[in-house]
């Protein structure tokens, strides 16, 4: 995690997808779709995600459990 002159945590690929437990492909997919924010920094540098960007998309995507009718 690094952090900018702004104050913000950004996150990179790799340490989402260690905390999902899911494929680098489906988390660049999130971002090429919209889903997930990210800042493209190009070449090997890849993708910065906002920390309160991918807790909003954690959040948007926590189930209740309920049934929906």
């Known amino acids: 995690m690094t ?12 340490e989402i997808v260690e905390t ?4 680098e492909q489906t988390v660049r997919r999130w ?3 919209g889903e997930l ?3 493209e920094l190009g070449g090997k540098s890849g993708y910065r ?3 309160d960007e ?3 998309f ?3 995507r926590t189930t209740t459990g309920k049934a929906v009718a």
């Open 58 to 60: 954690l959040k948007e």
């Open 49 to 51: 995600v906002r920390r």
């Open 37 to 39: 924010p990210a800042l």
């Open 3 to 14: 952090q900018a002159c702004d104050g913000a945590e950004w996150l990179t690929v790799s």
């Open 54 to 56: 991918f807790e909003a």
């Open 31 to 33: 971002i090429r779709e």
């Open 20 to 23: 999902l437990k899911v494929h």
